[in-house]
């Protein structure tokens, strides 16, 4: 199976070869020195600034998420948080099960995010905010620095999901002002899922000091002290961080973070490209994309149908959309270990498709 989804995706032959080896003891110098050696690169790759803090917490990318609310925000806060698509809907949902007060800005799917949006809501005294930088459910990348300048000029905590767009398109946190970054192992970091990875800025590091996190597991007071020395808490998943390390060291290794993204954005190119020259019946339907997927229409044929199809007799995965755009939208993935020739092989298939009328 050649896999296009956005996660769990395709891993490096040396992140797999990881997988197949025992699980080594933890309590030790040298898988210290890894942890540290991984939040170094995490923070360099993020561009973050030197006294930020980097925890990896053992769970999926949505617990980073929920981990964030509990941490960083009380009901002291008044947030705002964009809506546009199933991850904006879970901020809504966690911030909602939390109780800390909210207002949502629901944006259409598809379309981008404008000023016009954010206006409305100037010196409303908002405390923080809350956003997906790529909201993956519906390929639409966000203009981040906007919120980021609203955010500065209104004083807002800015906590960022960057899960399906770390790696793929180009970030900084620090010059962005953003308090909590959140990814995941399974995206663009291509390791299998099971770790969150946050780095938490000065300001965040300050609201988990004066915080009370009712989970003790995912306690941030806990992992950020234990990290200081390279450990975690609690048992973490301990193959998927030397993954993550060997990862993380092969990207510095073919020139750092700029090369990994200009790599995820000529397949985004390559692959949008044989969709124009073959004139196959896909529409994009983001405003702003990302490189880490290209979002379709078929305009003769239901997307789940074509998911299926794809999948069961060309032996591809490609991504399904669920809810109200099952039938209206599938997604085209960039991140994981793909080339160029893998995309010959699902243009080929989509040809086919249209050869027997089926697309
Ligand atoms: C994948 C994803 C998540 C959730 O990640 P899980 O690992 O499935 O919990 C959250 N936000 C965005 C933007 C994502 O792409």
């Known amino acids: 199976m050649i896999n296009f989804t956005v996660g ?16 080594p003891y933890f309590r030790t110098a040298e898988f210290s020195a890894t942890m540290l050696e991984n939040e170094a690169l995490i923070k360099k790759f993020a561009k973050a600034s030197e006294d930020s803090k980097v925890v990896f917490m053992t769970c ?19 947030a705002l948080v964009i809506n546009g698509g199933s991850f904006g809907e879970r901020f809504v949902e966690l911030l909602t099960l939390h109780e800390i007060p909210f207002t949502e800005i629901k944006v259409e799917h598809g379309k981008a995010l404008t000023a016009e949006y954010l206006k409305p809501y100037e010196g409303q005294g908002y405390t923080a905010f809350l956003m997906q930088k790529h909201e ?60 969150a990875v946050m780095i938490l800025a000065p300001d965040a590091l300050k609201r988990v000091e004066e ?13 950020l002290k234990n990290q200081e020395r390279g ?8 193959s998927i961080l030397l993954q993550i390390n060997a990862r993380l060291k092969e990207i510095e290794a ?35 994309l990302s490189n880490a997927v290209t979002p379709l229409h078929p305009t003769t044929a239901s997307a789940n149908d074509i998911f299926l199809k794809i999948k069961d007799e060309y032996g591809m995965w490609i991504c399904p959309n669920g809810g109200s755009m099952k039938d209206t939208v599938f997604r085209v993935g ?25 697309i």
């Open 8 to 23: 769990p995706v395709q891993s490096s032959e040396t992140v797999r070869a990881i997988g197949a080896e025992q699980v």
């Open 60 to 78: 999926s990318g949505s617990g980073g998420m929920e981990t964030a609310i509990m941490n960083c925000l009380s009901k002291k806060d008044k």
């Open 136 to 195: 993956t459910s519906t390929g639409v990348h966000y203009d981040v620095k906007l919120v980021s300048d609203f955010c500065k000029r209104n004083n807002l905590f800015l906590i960022v999901d960057t899960i399906s767009t770390f790696l793929c398109d180009p970030f900084n946190m620090e010059e962005l002002g953003v308090g909590v970054m959140i990814t995941g192992s399974q995206k663009a970091l291509a390791c299998p899922p099971g770790i």
């Open 211 to 223: 915080n009370k996190c009712c989970c003790q597991y995912l306690d941030l007071k806990l992992a």
């Open 231 to 238: 450990q975690t808490p609690w048992t973490p998943a301990v």
């Open 254 to 288: 073919n020139g750092g973070e700029e090369a990994e993204i200009e790599r995820c954005a000529s397949l985004a190119k390559y692959f949008r490209n044989k969709l124009v020259e073959y004139n196959l019946p896909f529409e994009i339907v983001s405003e702003s």
């Open 334 to 358: 960039h991140i994981g270990f793909l080339t160029t020739k893998d995309y010959d092989q699902l243009i080929d298939a989509f040809l086919d498709l249209r050869k027997k009328g089926f």
